[in-house]
């Protein structure tokens, strides 16, 4: 037997034996999990599993009767190992973790002191990613994980699995992924500010029930030592001035006229800077911006916005770093600069990660105003008195 007719030989009575995939499950044979949300209650974790019907997602030209978006699972356990293995032995099929993209916890799962072995557990899993996203709320866990997002849109595209979805309109709070909160907790201040989903109804629908939303009301600071409290509303604006990422977002304040003015703020620059004088050391903050005008008042000069504007910007970063200051927490993460900027003074000065703060630590906050946009039309009213 020649070479060529002995390898072809081989290679047809082995050929069957390398393409099986006997190993491998089919897509449809299989739950795709695209939230987790954690309870502490009565010294139990409970554990909320969303389950996503991928129908939904994939466009297909023939008709089907619309399914459920997705399904809540619920179990509790003394661990919350012991409670996913819980809902485990109620599901039908294989779950797959690797498409999940968001995890949100309650108030008192967060004050649990063993909290962290939770991102331990979801940062070790093999299937899951280092990109999901983490939540924290003050409502029902059960309500939340149900809500669909307006126009009945996929789950996969709502605010919690995908919160850049909405930085065009406007960045209350930046995102923090499971990796960026290690790398917080790890590093000077070891705080980290979550973001406060809450339920909103204030859409309407055909239905016969109002339509909810979920909305961003605030952030809740978590350290490693415990969650430290929740700073809510306007009082927390001042965090999206302070991120070191370009931004956009609004302000409204009263003119000369007494006449209220809402702008758009497009953040281009920031910059924070330690002064050390001894054994002290102070913060100056740069910041620049571009304003945009949506309405227009007839009696507004470019001069008057830009005073506001420099105005409102300076006293919402002041009322949240005051805020931070009542829970002990270093909520512009001002320790981490002095850390990277200078280590010996930080060294010096530190205690548990972090540097003493006072309201005077900020010493000055320099906001410049660089350009001012009126849309299409020039700086003038559309329609004349």
């Known amino acids: 037997m020649n070479r060529t007719i002995k390898g072809f030989f081989i290679l047809t009575v082995t050929l069957p034996l390398l393409s099986g995939c006997w190993d491998e499950i089919e897509p449809q044979r299989m739950y795709y999990v695209n939230g987790v949300g954690v309870d502490f209650k009565d010294n139990q974790y409970e554990v909320y599993l969303q389950l996503i019907n991928f129908k939904d997602i994939a466009k297909s030209e023939t008709p089907y009767a619309r399914e459920a978006p997705a399904e809540i699972g619920y179990a509790k356990g003394e661990t919350m190992e012991e409670a996913i293995y819980e809902l485990y032995r109620s599901i039908d099929q294989e779950v797959f973790w690797g498409h999940m993209t968001y995890l949100i916890f309650t108030e008192e799962?967060?004050?649990?002191?063993?909290?962290?072995?939770?991102?331990d557990t979801f940062s070790r899993f093999r299937e899951t990613r280092y990109q999901i996203n983490v939540h924290f709320t003050q409502d029902s866990l059960e309500e939340i994980l149900l809500i669909t997002p307006i126009l009945n849109k996929p789950l996969i595209d709502s605010k919690l699995s995908h919160p850049l979805n909405i930085r065009k309109l406007e960045v209350f709070t930046e995102p923090v992924s499971l990796r960026n909160l290690v790398i917080g907790l790890n590093e000077p201040s070891h705080e980290v500010s979550l973001p406060l989903v809450s339920i909103d109804e204030n859409w309407e629908t055909t239905k016969e029930h109002p339509s909810k939303e979920t909305t961003i009301k605030g952030i809740g600071i978590l350290s490693k030592d415990g969650f430290r409290g929740v700073i809510k509303g306007d009082t927390a604006r001042g965090v999206n001035w302070m991120q070191n990422?370009?931004?956009?977002?609004?302000?409204?304040?009263?003119l000369d006229s007494n006449k209220s003015l809402t702008v758009d703020i497009e953040k281009k620059y920031f910059d924070v800077k330690p002064i050390i004088k001894g054994n002290q050391v102070q913060f100056k903050v740069d910041i620049k911006v571009d304003v945009i005008l949506n309405g227009f008042k007839s009696k507004a000069t470019e001069n008057e916005i830009?005073?506001?504007?420099?105005?409102?910007v300076k006293e919402e970063i002041k009322a949240t770093y005051e805020a931070g200051l009542k829970l002990d927490v270093d909520i512009y993460r001002l320790s981490e600069y002095l850390y990277r900027n200078n280590v010996k003074a930080w060294k010096a000065l530190e205690n548990n990660g972090k540097i003493p703060l006072t309201k005077e630590s900020i010493k000055k906050i320099n906001v410049q105003v660089d350009k001012i946009k009126s849309g299409r039309k020039t700086f003038e009213t559309t329609i004349k008195e």
Not at 109 to 119: D, M, T
Not at 307 to 312: A, G, L, T
């Open 109 to 119: 799962a967060l004050k649990h002191e063993e909290v962290i072995s939770v991102f």
């Open 306 to 312: 830009r005073k506001e504007v420099i105005k409102k």
């Open 245 to 254: 990422k370009k931004n956009r977002g609004d302000l409204t304040f009263k």
